[in-house]
């Protein structure tokens, strides 16, 4: 598929926010890509659709779920707000026929993150986190860190979502607590270093 196919099925599927924000993402993913040394194309792309399934109602995501075998762990059982990253994944992979697993792994990771974060993987998250649309305590801040170091960005966006999904009451991923973790190390040693 082309952009401008992938923008239009895009538009049918997200609502206008939502739609906004992947154009939002894919923008600040690109840029983060040309800053970062990654290629901007596959950036901008799996920025546009990272969100592709997040307009999807709880019990169609749980059905494609069911249906195509995605094992969902008793913390994304009990926390909708995670589905469209397995999923969106998924449809990437099924529907848009995306092969490159930097790609695939980047939006099946853009919510919780996990250790081991690839450059892309990084660059997505932290897209997610800044791109234009975003207004939040600390937004400018951790926009500024994003171009100018990497993991400390991440390490920062990391605990702003922890804070974020304990003051809501909600589970924590163990994801997201192995990747707050791995980048407390990083930073630590790149300190030290």
């Not at 993913?29 to 999807?56: E, S, V």
């Not at 897209?127 to 939040?136: K, Q």
């Amino acid at each position: 598929m082309t952009t401008d196919e992938i923008k239009t099925l895009l538009e049918q599927r997200l609502s206008p926010k939502r739609y906004a924000h992947s154009l939002g993402v894919a923008d600040e993913a690109a840029k983060l890509a040309a800053r970062w040394d990654y290629d901007k194309k596959k950036a901008y792309f799996m920025g546009l659709i990272h969100d592709i399934t997040k307009n999807m109602s709880d019990q169609a995501h749980l059905k494609l779920c069911h249906d195509s075998g995605i094992m969902l762990d008793a913390v994304e059982r009990r926390s909708p707000k995670l589905f469209h990253a397995k999923t969106g994944a998924y449809v990437a992979k099924c529907d848009l026929a995306v092969e490159d697993r930097e790609i695939l792994t980047a939006i099946a990771y853009h919510t919780t993150g996990r250790a081991g974060m690839s450059l892309p993987e990084k660059i997505l998250y932290l897209a997610d986190f800044i791109e234009p649309h975003r207004r939040f305590d600390g937004v400018e801040t951790l926009r500024r860190l994003a171009y100018q170091d990497l993991d400390e960005a991440m390490l920062l966006a990391l605990r702003m979502s922890v804070g974020y999904v304990l003051e809501d009451g909600n589970l924590l991923h163990l994801d997201t607590v192995q990747a707050m973790n791995d980048f407390i190390i990083i930073c630590a040693d790149k300190r030290q270093g």
